[in-house]
């Protein structure tokens, strides 16, 4: 590439934030009173969400909503701004808003808010609808699913249109799938009037939670922070073979903190990153496949995660910390094999990092690391310990004293950050011919780090809710952005304080204005997905879809997983992440995890979950639709469809993940026991993922011979998995006779769980058979361990019956019924452990590196003698 092409500007800033804007936050910028409403609306929205998730309301008792009410004013704010914010058609004015727009903007808003203005009289009416009720009920339907096409696209309007269709015409529908159907009163009830479709639990969580964790990442982003985690990647992974490549990686996962889309991640750190790429020798398709792959993982990443996230919450029925957790391990292998994969494509073509200003020796760089590591264990143990004397001494008033020393803090590092050059924002096309310093660099905006390490001691330690933890999260961020470049004029004698206040003022306004643009996709997401939703509980189709899904896997666990995926990915390619999994979650997650115990396999409810909203975020950068990847293609002037191609097989090792982690739990870091067994699962996934992303990249030292491929993908699959060769060896459980039941029970350690396999009659008549598992609690004598898990059984001679089962209990939970047979029980065998089978897998792996190293020997050129 000659030096003009180089220089040559990518893209035009002013398309790429248009392709933003389409897809988040409203292409349209009207001037005048329109364009005054459009600034006031959105930032009243975020004042009003951050009202409500304060304690103030409680405080001065007043403003007081109950979740319905709340929900109500939500979808009325996202639905105003989705008729005024978006145009209807691509040939639809931006510049005003026609009179139609307002006519349909206030009448969604209307209908929206209705539930909060006639909530008294709704309640004293409940299930008797007036005919201004359905009028009202209608038109909220047909204007939220215009909404949902002018702010997504109409693949979410088809869904829930298809979806309404079967409501109605259940009687006309094949077989199969057909139901009695439902009257429009009955229907428009249920999906309106009441929290069981549209103002459901999605919409639910979109008020509480997502919302202010969308404001929180865009106020982050409007201090700068995005501009600061580009930096600091580049400072220090810049100067490695194809470095550019790899900072992209990283940068993407840091800004994926702030960002809960994968458009707004490519062009926010693409803009930088693919031209940088593209200039150390990346073609344009692969460094737009990188920004695609590393910035829909972003999403994946604790502890800000896409808002489908925060739905889990709801509807497993665990806390936000337990989905961090579980989310953590794939999160962060993915990440490191991404990262890994660039490395292998430097290799390839023999790529070199940038030069640094000041070189640093190998010695120097090992003491610095570890220098900081100790650093931050030391102040971490300080900050724990110190606030647990803080509130054993102090009581109730240690949250002023701990408010008192995080400001000081934040003045201290902001003091600190100003002896340092402030970070501007690079010219994307600029030579860049070394690379800043890492020390400055990294200490010019610690005080970025405060808020997010706030929300996590919230969520981790305190174990506050989502929303209060992300409120208090929100509140200090607003105090930074709004007086952080005021106080660096002070601290660098600037003067000029006012200018720089204002400055401050204006961004904080900005932000909260862009935080709610950014959720009006996201609010009319989850409310048409509540469509969707209330089809399900008024129609039963769940049940449908069961039978449906065993006829066509034949009850085959890993047909059943792969027909998931490619729901998840087709539905992808026209939804959004959050609808894509509500409308998956809601139809097959219940199915997976029924089939799975019919078939002998346990599946926790949050693997099933995780499954679906891995692959409905790998649908974004899917092709022929994948928007992430039409950004980054846009800015590296490749082929869209290519450079998706790429950035899918990039991905393909987060698309295993899910397989994985259904048939091996401890991926998900649940069944770890002590700290051994969870470094072991670690490092092993992390080998695993290494090995396996060699394999897809046909490259480890030299270019792999097939049997060297074919070796890597068994040793990544025994490293991943290892019960699958032991189980073959020692089987896991050992049978028992089911006369033993009390016995066995009693036997049990405490906390243990009982295997049960049981067949009976459904209420409906079906007949099932299934694998159960009980949590049987303390010790004790077996039949009140049985009782405590919900059952009581009778035995008739070599047969074993449930006579009862206690509503609420877990074995209500598991559908077991009265008058089942207990066929058989499983004890966990006394086997050894199946990690025995890393050994094999770590001496092949030793024999490839082997083989490759000396064929690299070979092939590399013998320096000539002087």
């Not at 004042?47 to 304690?55: G, R």
């Not at 002023?400 to 950050?417: D, P, R, T």
């Amino acid at each position: 590439m000659s030096a003009e092409n180089t220089r040559k500007p990518i893209v035009d800033e002013d398309s790429l934030q248009d392709l933003v804007a389409q897809a988040d936050t409203g292409a349209r910028q009207p001037g005048g009173f329109a364009g005054r409403l459009l600034v006031a609306v959105p930032l009243t929205w975020s004042l009003f969400q951050l009202w409500y998730a304060s304690p103030l309301p409680f405080i001065f008792r007043f403003g007081v909503l109950n979740d319905t009410e709340a929900r109500a004013i939500h979808l009325a704010f996202a639905l105003f701004l989705a008729f005024t914010a978006y145009p209807a058609l691509k040939r639809s004015p931006r510049d005003r808003i026609p009179i139609q727009d307002w006519v349909f903007a206030l009448a969604g808003a209307f209908s929206a808010g209705y539930i909060f203005l006639f909530y008294s009289e709704l309640a004293d009416r409940a299930g008797a609808p007036t005919g201004f009720d359905l009028v009202v009920a209608v038109s909220g339907m047909i204007l939220l699913l215009e909404a949902t096409r002018r702010a997504l696209g109409p693949p979410l309007m088809v869904v829930a249109g298809v979806f309404l269709l079967y409501t109605f015409g259940g009687p006309y529908m094949p077989d199969v799938i057909a139901h009695k159907g439902a009257s429009l009163t009955k229907a428009m009830s249920h999906q309106w009037l009441t929290t069981e479709g549209v103002f459901g639990v999605a919409l639910g969580v979109s008020t509480s939670f997502v919302f202010l964790f969308v404001l929180f990442g865009a106020l982050l982003e409007k201090a700068g922070a995005g501009n600061y985690f580009i930096k600091v990647a580049f400072s220090l992974l810049g100067h490695l073979r194809g470095g550019p490549a790899k900072a992209a990686v990283v940068s993407s996962a840091m800004t994926g903190l702030i960002s809960g889309s994968s458009i707004a991640n490519v062009v926010t750190t693409g803009t930088f990153t693919i031209p940088l790429m593209k200039r150390v020798g990346f073609p344009a398709y692969k460094a737009g496949a990188v920004e695609v792959a590393s910035s829909t993982n972003g999403q994946l990443t604790p502890p800000i995660m896409g808002a489908a996230a925060f739905l889990m919450v709801e509807y497993v029925g665990i806390s936000y910390l337990e989905v961090i957790k579980h989310a953590f391990l794939p999160a962060i292998i993915s990440y490191i094999a991404l990262v890994y994969i660039v490395h292998l494509e430097s290799l390839k073509a023999g790529m070199e990092g940038l030069p640094r200003r000041h070189r640093r020796t190998l010695v120097q760089s090992l003491l610095g690391f570890l220098t900081v590591f100790i650093g931050l264990m030391a102040l971490t143990a300080v900050v724990y310990y110190g606030i647990g004397w803080l509130k054993d001494v102090f009581g109730e008033a240690s949250i002023w004293i701990i408010s008192v020393l995080a400001l000081a803090a934040y003045v201290g590092l902001v003091w600190h950050a100003a002896k340092y050059p402030e970070l501007e924002v690079d010219d994307p096309n600029a030579e860049i011919l070394e690379l800043p310093d890492p020390g400055p660099t990294v200490k010019s905006g610690l005080y970025f780090l405060l808020p997010v390490v706030v929300l996590v001691w919230c969520l981790t330690v305190e174990r506050f809710s989502p929303g209060l933890s992300a409120f208090y999260a929100t509140l200090f961020m607003i105090l930074i952005v709004a007086t952080h470049r005021p106080l660096q004029s002070f601290f660098r004698g600037r003067g000029r304080l006012a200018a720089a206040a204002r400055q401050g003022f204006d961004d904080l306004v900005q932000g909260l204005i862009i935080g709610a643009r950014n959720m009006i996709g996201i609010g009319v997401a989850t409310a048409a997905a509540g469509i969707v939703v209330g089809t399900v509980t008024l129609t039963g189709i769940g049940l449908v879809m069961t039978e449906f899904v065993e006829f066509i896997s034949g009850g085959n666990i890993m047909l059943m997983l792969l027909f998931t995926a490619v729901i998840s990915l087709l539905l992808g390619m026209g939804l959004p992440t959050t609808a894509n999994y509500i409308v998956v979650s809601t139809l097959m997650a219940p199915v997976i995890v029924t089939l799975g115990a019919e078939n002998g396999l346990l599946v926790p409810l949050i693997a099933v979950h995780m499954f679906v909203f891995y692959f409905g975020i790998l649908a974004d950068d899917t092709p022929p639709v994948g928007l992430a990847a039409f950004a980054a293609s846009a800015i590296a002037q490749s082929d869209p469809i290519r450079t998706g191609l790429q950035g899918f097989s990039y991905d393909i090792r987060t698309a295993i993940l899910p397989f994985l982690f259904i048939f091996n739990t401890e991926l998900l870091l649940i069944g770890i026991e002590g700290w051994f067994h969870l470094l072991l699962t670690i490092a092993s996934a992390v080998v695993a993922m290494l090995v396996f992303a060699a394999a897809t990249q046909r490259f480890m030292l030299v270019k792999n011979r097939l049997w060297e491929t074919l070796a890597l993908l068994l040793i990544s699959f025994t490293l991943f998995r290892p019960g699958f060769w032991w189980d073959m060896i020692y089987p896991p459980m050992i049978e028992v006779e089911p006369t033993r039941i009390e016995a066995v029970a009693a036997s049990m350690p405490a906390g243990g769980k009982l295997y049960l396999s049981v067949a009976g009659e459904t209420i409906d008549g079906d007949f099932v058979s299934k694998l159960v598992q009980l949590p049987l609690g303390p010790a004790g004598p077996g039949a009140e361990r049985l009782a405590r898990a919900g059952i009581e059984v009778r035995i008739e001679g070599d047969q074993v019956f449930v006579d009862n089962v206690v509503f609420g209990s877990p074995a209500a939970e598991a559908r077991v019924d009265f008058d089942w047979e207990v066929l058989g029980l499983q004890e966990p065998a006394d086997i050894p452990p199946k990690q025995i089978m890393y050994l094999p897998a770590i001496i092949l792996l030793g024999l490839v590196v082997v083989s490759q190293r000396s064929r690299r020997a070979r092939l590399q050129p013998v320096p000539a003698a002087e």
